[in-house]
């Protein structure tokens, strides 16, 4: 009865077996080319990686080739009459050799990716998963894996060959395409992979978010696509409806292989650049959109020209930042281009991060004392202004109201109808351009100052027009707040601080760094600061009073008795009288803390 119904709605059978195919259609997967490791100590075994991307796996080791960290110090043992370790004049007399820099081991690179599956073969187990160290009979042991002519190591390492010619493999032999057709494959790949190098060089987004036909923007990448598709109509003929339709070369998966090869032969330009020569590495480390940590890797290094290139490597992502994972991460990288540890001579960190001891004193250089720690000195001037603000709460409360009013002038964007003057536009958008980060306060509070008077009209028109509650009553804080003689005391203080360090920040972070001059800048600051400590007070302060008397802003009296800051009135707090003619002892504090954090000797 069942197969008579079966066969009676034949049609709507196939119907609903194609509907649920596609319902329960597997999600496809994708290759992490994390799993990719360069150590073969620190591998996954090959039959662990999901047989969907077993291949793909294999291709990406393939196209690496084995871990030979060619320039690396290898650890000897001591023996009865000699040391022994592994040596590296046999990576040439064994192409298949590879080596863990973690486990100190030798291994099989053709065996760990197409061994037999036969376990009595010699070589099997040792040359793939637990590594070989008996250095003393290496030698024989290497030709003895390798001599059979029918044994695991050839059988594997014929697998190779035939994996690598994909003219012989099954796929090709079966499919027999002609040469027309492989023509305009190739001028299809050349097309796609011209589009993917615009579109990496100009740092744009391939996707759209509706990428169907009936969509009028379909991203960048099938956008150019069809506008060359109309350019060339040679093109046109081998493209869309003539390619076939598993061919059409469009798909995220091609273009993320695109990325991919793009990204690993600029990869391979800079080793072959970097070669035999020393360089150092620059780390830092950061968040992505994701929220995972990510290490950045930069490599500099001197050319045949004897110019000081810097190159971005790449980046790892690491579990955590603890210096463990940090180092495991930067052998991996530099592992994978063929980069040695012991070739390095210099090690860069921001200087903020726990990665500066732990990288200088613990890992490193316990392997090459020749990685000198060298730190970044505009980031460590930097952290003098940081160290400022924390130090003292007068400043670190000014600079948070500071980033209030810039975000709250620049968020009113949204309401430009309601600004009725072309300047307040113009100050909107410099504002907006403006940086919240310390080594862009200078060039903030300067506009701030500047345009003091036109940030006033623009808060107060969003403290009356603002349909939101909360904006209209922080708009109308933030004016009180910038009305105060404390606000603009600090405001003027540090211009005055900040302006004297600015050239001297920013010639720390050239590129082409003028190491003479660096230091003279840093005697010329230390002699402007210690001039601003001994003379700068009163002029100073006669800026303060006169700025405050054109912008209306009420002077504080001197002698009036005030209550120590942050402690209240009610609960008996000690009230101190100011000297005539003098600011309030919390403004003399906040003063000598900027000076004597501003004067600290660099080391």
């Known amino acids: 009865m069942d197969k008579f119904l079966v066969k009676k709605d034949a049609s709507t059978s196939k119907v609903s077996t194609k509907e649920s195919c596609v319902e329960q259609k597997r999600p496809r997967i994708e290759l992490n080319m994390d799993d990719i490791v360069v150590d073969p100590g620190l591998r996954k075994p090959i039959d662990e990686f999901h047989h969907d991307i077993r291949d793909d796996a294999k291709r990406a080791y393939l196209a690496m080739g084995p871990c030979q960290p060619i320039g690396h ?6 023996g009865k009459t000699q040391t022994r370790g592994f040596v590296q004049s046999w990576f040439k007399e064994f192409e298949w050799l590879e080596y863990s820099i973690a486990k100190d081991a030798a291994y099989c690179f053709y065996c760990y990716l197409f061994k037999p599956s036969r376990a009595n073969d010699f070589g099997n187990d040792v040359f793939t998963k637990v590594g070989y160290k008996n250095w003393k009979k290496a030698k024989d042991m290497f030709k003895e894996h390798a001599q059979a002519i029918d ?10 060959l035939d994996f690598k010619n994909q003219r012989q493999s099954v796929g090709r ?13 190739k001028g299809r790949l050349t097309v796609m992979l011209g589009i993917a190098r615009f579109l990496l060089l100009q740092a744009l987004a391939f996707r759209g978010h509706n990428e169907s036909k009936t969509s009028s923007n379909k991203g960048n990448f099938l956008e150019m696509l069809e506008w060359y598709r109309k350019k060339d109509p040679n093109f046109a003929m081998v493209t869309s409806d003539n390619a076939p339709g598993n061919n059409q070369m469009t798909c995220p998966e091609m273009q993320k292989d695109l990325a991919r090869a793009c990204a690993e032969e600029t990869s391979e330009v800079i080793k072959s650049e970097i070669g035999d020569r020393y360089f150092s590495v620059l780390v830092d480390e950061a968040r992505d959109a994701s929220i995972k940590e990510q290490m950045a890797l930069v490599v500099r290094y001197v050319d045949d020209k004897g110019q000081v290139i810097e190159r971005f490597l790449g980046i790892q992502h690491v579990p955590d930042t603890t210096a463990v994972s940090l180092k495991v991460a930067l052998v991996s990288v530099l592992g994978k281009y063929g980069l040695s540890i012991s070739k390095l001579r210099g090690q860069g960190y921001d200087g903020a991060s726990n990665m500066r001891w732990q990288f200088h004193g613990l890992l490193v250089l316990d392997e090459n004392p020749y990685t000198f720690y060298i730190y970044c000195f505009a980031h460590q001037l930097q952290l003098v202004v940081v160290s400022i603000a924390k130090c003292c709460g007068s400043i670190y409360d000014f600079f948070n109201y500071t980033t209030l009013i810039v975000t709250t002038v620049s968020a009113s964007c949204k309401r430009i109808n309601q600004l009725l003057q072309d300047h307040h536009k113009k100050l909107v958008e410099q504002l907006d351009s403006g940086d919240t980060r310390w080594g862009t306060h200078h060039r903030t509070l300067v506009r701030l100052k500047l345009m003091w008077s036109s940030v006033l009209e623009v808060l107060e028109n969003i403290s009356k027009d603002a ?17 105060t003689f404390e606000f603009m005391f600090i405001l003027h203080l540090m211009i005055k601080v900040l302006g004297k360090t600015q050239d001297l920040s920013q010639c720390l972070q050239r590129k082409n760094q003028n190491i003479v001059r660096a230091i ?3 005697g010329a600051v230390l002699n402007s600061m210690n001039d601003m400590r001994e003379n700068g007070w009163n002029p100073l302060f006669d800026e303060v009073k006169s700025f405050c008397l054109k912008m209306n802003i009420v002077m504080p009296n001197m002698e009036e008795m005030i209550p120590t800051r942050w402690r209240s009135r009610c609960r008996g707090t000690k009230l101190e009288a100011n000297p005539p003619g003098s600011l309030d002892d ?3 504090s906040m003063v000598d803390a900027a000076r004597s954090g501003a004067v600290e000797p660099l080391p």
């Open 586 to 588: 919390e403004l003399r």
């Open 467 to 483: 349909n939101d509650g909360e904006k209209r009553t922080q708009a109308s804080g933030l004016i009180e707040r910038m009305e």
């Open 73 to 78: 110090k290898f650890p000897r043992t001591e």
């Open 173 to 185: 032999v079966w499919s027999r395409t002609s040469t027309l057709r492989e023509v305009q494959y």
């Open 520 to 522: 003279g800048l840093i």
């Open 151 to 160: 044994g695991c190591h050839n059988i594997a390492r014929q697998r190779a």
